[in-house]
C-alpha cells in the first residue's frame, strides 16, 4: 500500500508536469511595454503585478516586461509602441492585439479576456486593434531612433 507521502508526492509532479505541458503548449505571451518613470506602469506593478502570476491568464500567456529605455527585443514582430504601459499580446513573435494603458484593476482584467478571446488558440484571430482607449497612458515623447 502507498502511504500519503506517497500519493502526495505523486500528485504534486503529476500537477507540475501538467502545467509544464501547458506553458510549452501556449505559445502565447503577454508583453508589457514600460519606460522608466512610467506611473501608470507602477500602478500595474502595485494592483496587477503581484497576483498576475496567481491567475489563469498567466497559464494562458504569462506577461514579460520590455522596458523601453534599456533595449527592444527584435524576436517579435509589432506595431509601434507610442504610450506606456502597452500589453501586447504576442503568439509565434507576432502581435495578435494590445491594451494601450492602464485604467485600473477591473478594466484590465476585462480588456485582457477580450484580447485573449482574439488569440487563435481560443478564437478565430482578427487584425491587430486596440482593445482600449488610452485611459491610463503615458505618451512616449519622439526621439532619436535607438
Given at each position: ?51 498576475y ?5 498567466n ?5 514579460r ?12 514582430a ?20 494590445r ?46 531612433a535607438?
Amino acid at each position: 500500500m502507498l502511504s500519503r507521502l506517497t500519493i502526495r508526492f505523486g500528485i504534486a509532479a503529476l500537477v507540475g508536469v501538467a502545467v509544464l505541458i501547458a506553458n510549452a503548449t501556449n505559445a502565447a505571451e503577454l508583453v508589457m511595454f514600460r519606460r522608466d518613470g512610467c506611473s501608470w506602469c507602477a500602478k500595474w506593478d502595485r494592483e496587477i503585478g503581484p497576483i498576475y502570476p496567481k491567475t489563469e491568464f498567466n497559464l494562458r500567456a504569462p506577461v514579460r516586461q520590455v522596458n523601453l529605455d534599456h533595449g527592444r527585443d527584435p524576436s517579435i514582430a509589432h506595431a509601434p509602441i507610442h504610450y506606456t504601459p502597452t500589453f501586447v499580446l504576442i503568439e509565434d513573435g507576432k502581435e495578435v492585439g494590445r491594451i494601450e494603458g492602464y485604467p485600473g484593476d477591473e478594466f484590465f482584467w476585462a480588456r485582457l479576456e477580450k484580447l485573449l478571446e482574439r488569440s487563435r488558440r481560443s478564437a478565430p484571430a482578427e487584425t491587430t486593434k486596440d482593445v482600449s482607449p488610452l485611459a491610463g497612458a503615458t505618451a512616449i515623447a519622439p526621439g532619436p531612433a535607438r
